[in-house]
């Protein structure tokens, strides 16, 4: 449980500039139980109306939201006090979008998609987890993330070689 300054803190940081707003997802990463799965889903719903642009506009928010990204969180982190915490969100909304970028519109499969960049996001198996602990600054609150969509992508398609999963390379 988050303390009262803790938590007056961080609505402070959300809501007192455009790059805190961002960084806590809208305020989606203000969620008291689980901020990064609350924080994806948030990801998942603006990402919607983004599917619809062509694929290279997608790909263009994609890099500008990674890059802007980078300054975002380690500008929220250095507010906070805190290297990566749990309320900076916009590293997920990035590693997701990653994931669902490489995907034909589906609820079933971007529910899935979501669903395994959280797995991975969570577990953080090798070296998700390595570069989680050693890469600093706002680059190493983006990394680890985008390397999660990696995992996420490449579960993806080795679960289409059973199930019908539509890529935009197919």
């Known amino acids: 449980m988050k303390s009262v300054d803790e938590r007056k803190r961080l609505v402070a940081v959300t809501f007192g500039s455009v790059s805190g707003l961002l960084a806590m997802g809208l305020g989606s990463g203000l969620s008291p139980k689980a901020p990064g799965t609350v924080g994806s889903l948030a990801a998942l719903m603006v990402m919607y109306p983004i599917a619809l642009l062509p694929i290279s506009w997608q790909l263009s928010v994609l890099a500008v939201a990674f890059v802007a990204g ?11 006090g805190t290297h990566d915490h749990g309320a900076i969100v916009w590293d997920e909304w990035v590693g997701l979008w990653a994931v669902l970028i490489t995907l034909h519109f589906s609820w079933d499969a971007w529910v899935l998609a979501f669903l395994l960049f959280r797995l991975f996001d969570i577990a953080k198996p090798w070296p998700i987890r390595w570069l989680d602990r050693h890469a ?20 993806l398609v080795l679960i289409g070689q059973w199930w019908p999963i539509e890529f935009i390379w197919q």
């Open 70 to 80: 980078i300054f975002i969180c380690s500008r929220a982190a250095d507010a906070i």
């Open 136 to 155: 600093s600054g706002g680059l190493g609150i983006m990394i680890d993330d985008v390397l999660a969509a990696v995992f996420a992508i490449l579960a």
